[in-house]
T-cell receptor, first 112, second 114 residues
Framework: SQQGEEDPQALSIQEGENATMNCSYK?????LQWYRQNSGRGLVHLIL?????REKHSGRLRVTLDTSKKSSSLLITASRAADTASYFC????????????FGSGTQLTVLP | DTEVTQTPKHLVMGMTNKKSLKCEQH?????MYWYKQKAKKPPELMFV???????INESVPSRFSPECPNSSLLNLHLHALQPEDSALYLC?????????????FGAGTRLSVL
């Protein structure tokens, strides 16, 4: 299976704290994306990092990519209750740019 | 307009019924996707249409039949489903640019097969 793994599977933090989620994948990629999914809803794209980039920021989000370790992390700073959701990394493999493979996901709960 | 619209939001059907899920986007995207998602699992790709032609079929059973009538519409025809087919069915679209493939998702159809 090409599916990546994410850890932790579940994370519970207090509002204002930072949340870090990790993603590992198996083969060479074109880019890696992070998506958020509120309960029972569709996925929303958060950020994309190309395979030749090491770090990217967008608002309170910081993504890192280590292609030598085939891993990525998503940091959400100063979390809010509205950040409660499932977070998935998604990779598209070299030669198959139309096909995204999603990681197993991290369920984040931010307590007010 | 960055919206992908899916109808219906909820669907309950018996194993002998025939029903269809619909998806529409007006962003000019040329790739459209169907995913199946079980509870607490990631989305699993079912079909990909690119420029209105089926380009990827992930070994999905024939009781699921996709159709792309035009570049804005995507249907998923359902027939003789099994209870294990109960899931959230997500539609997505993307510009189909190889350099970036950001996908825009609809809110999904929650399907229950009795």
């Amino acid at each position: 299976s090409q599916q990546g793994e994410e850890d932790p599977q579940a994370l519970s933090i207090q509002e204002g704290e930072n949340a870090t989620m990790n993603c590992s994948y198996k083969t060479s990629i074109n880019n890696l994306q992070w998506y958020r999914q509120n309960s029972g809803r569709g996925l929303v794209h958060l950020i994309l990092i190309r395979s030749n980039e090491r770090e990217k920021h967008s608002g309170r989000l910081r993504v890192t990519l280590d292609t030598s370790k085939k891993s990525s992390s998503l940091l959400i700073t100063a979390s809010r209750a509205a950040d409660t959701a499932s977070y998935f990394c998604a990779t598209d493999y070299s030669g198959s740019a139309r096909q995204l493979t999603f990681g197993s996901g991290t369920q984040l709960t931010v307590l007010p | 307009d960055t919206e992908v619209t899916q109808t219906p939001k909820h669907l309950v059907m018996g194993m002998t019924n025939k029903k269809s899920l619909k998806c529409e986007q007006h962003m000019g995207h040329r790739a459209m996707y169907w995913y199946k998602q079980k509870a607490k699992k990631p989305p699993e790709l079912m079909f990909v249409y690119s420029y209105e032609k089926l380009s990827i079929n992930e070994s999905v059973p024939s009781r699921f039949s996709p159709e792309c009538p035009n570049s804005s519409l995507l249907n998923l025809h359902l027939h003789a489903l099994q209870p294990e087919d109960s899931a959230l069915y997500l539609c997505a679209s993307s510009p189909d640019r190889l350099a970036k493939n950001i996908q825009y998702f609809g809110a999904g159809t929650r399907l229950s097969v009795l």
